[in-house]
């Protein structure tokens, strides 16, 4: 079993920035695929981020150029920094181990005009 608890969400005016954090439990943190999906009000979960155990990003169309994900492994920790952030951004965000599949509980995000 994985436990993913996530940090840093809140209110941010649009232009500003905010960084999320996602602490993993267990010591095979270092070899899996990480991400993080993001559930809109009225719309579908989307991964927005993810990153290989060895530090390769992808970003979502709608993100990249203004999301950097990266991982601590010996923190077993993964970062979402966010910039830029557009009110389109507002959500949930959750941490995501890839596979198997587990997520944290997810930490709200609201960007307002």
């Known amino acids: 079993q994985v436990q993913l608890v996530e940090s840093g969400g809140g209110l941010v005016q649009a232009g500003g920035s905010l960084r999320l954090s996602c602490a993993a439990s267990?010591?095979?943190?270092?070899?899996?695929?990480m991400g993080w999906d993001r559930q809109a009000p009225g719309k579908q979960r989307e991964l927005v981020a993810s990153?290989?155990?060895?530090?390769?990003?992808t970003y979502s169309g709608s993100v990249k150029g203004r999301f950097t994900i990266s991982r601590d492994n010996a923190k077993n920790t993964v970062y979402l920094q966010m910039n830029d952030l557009k009110p389109e951004d507002t959500g949930v965000y959750y941490c995501?181990?890839?596979?198997?599949?587990?997520w944290g509980q997810g930490t709200q995000v609201t960007v307002s005009s």
């Open positions: 995501r181990q890839l596979r198997p599949a587990y």
């Open positions: 267990g010591s095979l943190f270092m070899f899996k695929h």
């Open positions: 990153i290989t155990s060895d530090g390769r990003p």
